[in-house]
């Protein structure tokens, strides 16, 4: 319903750190106070890293380093010195029992000589993915994270579209379209070989987290001009610029590297116990030729912070006239009940959520809502929320700086304008130099107060594990969602049970 519109303002939430101390800013809360699970995760960590040797020379380097504190060529307030992982973070890896694999170059330079997408991602990815696999299937020393070390060419070469470079030493490598599909198999057991590339999304990171869920193998990637561009340019000017971003790239990594190794590095402050967040995945199929097959997935986030990833079923999910997702009511009953089930395990106090917040970025028909409420009858009680970016509104203030992040319009009783972006008093300035765009947070099912569901939704902003920053523009709910979704169908058979969110990024 209409009202008049009403603007209040929502103050920034805050995050729960070592000692149950809470701070707003996820590195002032680190500095200060130490993780949340500081007394969980502290000491030593074990750590493998697979790569070519001078890479993976070059990342031992960069953690060493990252034991020390770390600045920046224009250190500032929204730009803290990174203390020390140590210091941060109360861990340090041990050095002397580092799991290296190697990864020959000449192989990856090979595979980097591919003209045909499809078959250089496919087999450059192979090259770390087979290596990873084979360990975890022989070996019994304990890895708990894998750093994927790359040439800056395989990122470049090993996204959708990219093409390399027109060479006289250039493989011309691959299967014609007709063969690419064919039930009936080759002769040669190398051509089969070469049909399974055509399987895979040409994209290297999505299929190396594709190809390591089965396995539940928790990795990093990264690329080697991130930890040694200081060794690998030459222009002076270049290295200056990247040399703002050394404090902020220590604290992302580090925070990566305790989160994947099982901590958490901070929790919401003001905890609504029992309470669920639920956010929608999907992901068009590109080898439907009626355009409406897709692969829908969920992302739960339970009271404390951590999530979750349940993959649901692939059907023809997508409408191409309306633009948008939705799933049957046994779908969204079956997704609806693993959540609940998961909930009831994962907190161990035998109880089911109270409430359950469905975010997504569309509508919810009567069918698949039918199905989401059937299912938690007695159970939970179900609230569905559309949330929408928008560039339709804006608002101005006069003052040096735009509005605040937290500036919140509510326009009908269970509809708002809130902004997840804007000037940040700690940071003394704003995230971006435009004036930022808010995002709109509708109830569309079921009964809640807007004004709570806007205020746990700027609390979801800043529970990127990812990395360690103030806040993000999304809720984690739907911030990682066409990535998960990517992964999910990045191969033809990708198979996974519910796995950690730590999984997918």
């Known amino acids: 319903m209409l009202i008049e519109p009403e603007l209040f303002f929502i103050n920034e939430p805050e995050l729960s750190f070592g000692y149950n101390q809470r701070t707003a800013d996820p590195r002032d809360g680190l500095m200060l106070f130490g993780p949340h699970d500081r007394d969980k995760i502290k000491g030593q960590i074990n750590i493998g890293i697979v790569g070519c040797i001078n890479q993976r020379n070059r990342l031992k380097s960069y953690l060493r380093k990252l034991h020390q504190p770390v600045g920046s060529l224009q250190a500032d307030i929204a730009r803290p010195s990174f203390p020390g992982l140590e210091a941060a973070f109360g861990i340090h890896v041990n050095f002397d029992n580092i ?10 330079n090979k595979y980097l000589q591919y003209s045909d997408g499809h078959q250089r991602v496919h087999n450059l990815s192979n090259l770390f993915a087979d290596e990873l696999i084979k360990y975890h299937k022989e070996e019994e020393r304990p890895v708990s994270v894998w750093f ?14 990219s093409k390399i470079p027109k060479s006289p030493q250039n493989v011309r490598l691959g299967l014609k379209k007709k063969e690419r599909n064919s039930s009936q198999p080759f002769l040669f057991d190398f051509f089969n070989q070469m049909q399974e590339a055509y399987e895979y999304e ?29 060794e690998i340019w030459e222009d002076e000017k270049l290295i200056d610029q990247q040399r703002v971003f050394d ?25 609504r116990e029992d309470v669920c967040y639920l956010g929608l995945v999907y992901k068009k199929l590109n080898d439907d030729p009626q355009n409406r097959s897709a692969c829908c997935a969920a992302q739960m986030f339970i009271d404390s ?3 979750m990833v349940f993959r649901g079923n692939i059907g023809d999910w997508y409408n191409p006239e309306t633009k948008e997702f939705h799933i049957t009511k046994n779908d969204a009953a079956d997704m609806i009940s693993q959540s609940l089930e998961a909930f ?21 028909d009567d069918d698949e809502w039918t199905g989401f409420t059937e299912m938690a009858a007695g159970r939970s009680k179900i609230i569905g929320v559309r949330i929408q970016s928008t560039s339709q509104f804006k608002l101005y ?7 605040p992040r937290g500036m919140t319009m509510k326009i009908e009783t269970n509809k708002a304008f809130l902004w997840t972006k804007g000037f940040i008093p700690r940071l003394q300035t704003q995230v971006g130099l435009e004036t930022p765009n808010p995002i709109v947070v509708e109830i569309t099912r079921g009964q809640a ?28 709910t739907l911030r990682f969602a066409d990535s998960i979704g990517e992964v999910l169908t990045a191969g033809k058979n990708v198979t996974t049970s519910i796995l950690p969110f730590k999984h997918y990024v």
Not at 148 to 161: A, V
Not at 205 to 221: M, P, R, S, Y
Not at 254 to 264: F, S
Not at 397 to 403: E, L
């Open 99 to 108: 799991v290296e694999i190697d990864v020959k170059e000449s192989e990856v």
């Open 148 to 161: 994927l070390i790359i040439q800056d060419d395989i990122y470049k070469f090993g996204r959708p579209k």
């Open 202 to 230: 040409v994209n290297f990171h999505n299929q190396i987290k594709a190809k390591l869920l089965n396995d539940k193998i928790v990795t990093q990637i990264l690329r080697e001009s991130t930890v040694g561009y200081q």
């Open 247 to 271: 404090s902020a790239k220590a604290w992302n990594i580090a925070t990566t590297l305790y989160y994947k190794n099982g901590g958490l590095p901070w929790r919401l402050g003001d905890i």
């Open 305 to 307: 912070g951590d999530g």
């Open 344 to 364: 009831k395990e994962k907190l161990g106090k035998g109880n089911y959520p109270k409430e359950v917040f469905i975010h997504a970025k569309t509508l919810f």
């Open 397 to 403: 203030r006069d003052y040096s700086f735009c509005v």
């Open 449 to 476: 107060a807007i004004e709570q569901v806007c205020k746990d939704v700027l609390a979801l902003t800043k529970l990127n594990y990812n990395a360690c920053i103030f806040a993000d523009g999304q809720p984690v």
